[in-house]
């Protein structure tokens, strides 16, 4: 750590950043997984903007 010039409040950030990084990447992958069905949906519910000028 200390070539890459982290050292005391700068490395414990950079660890507890890492951590949060890694433990949250399965939520995403999981999210993303849903993306077609999400996209279905809000189609669906969702009325059809009325644009002007068309």
Do not use: Y
Not at 7 to 24: C, E, N, P
Request: no cysteine; proline share 7%.
């Amino acid at each position: 750590m200390e070539r890459v010039g982290l050292t005391g409040r700068r490395r414990r950030w950079a660890i507890i950043g890492t951590f949060m990084l890694v433990s949250g990447m399965p939520w995403v992958s999981l999210g993303v997984g849903e993306l077609p069905e999400k996209t279905e949906m809000m189609l669906d519910n969702l009325p059809m903007p009325k644009i002007t000028g068309v």
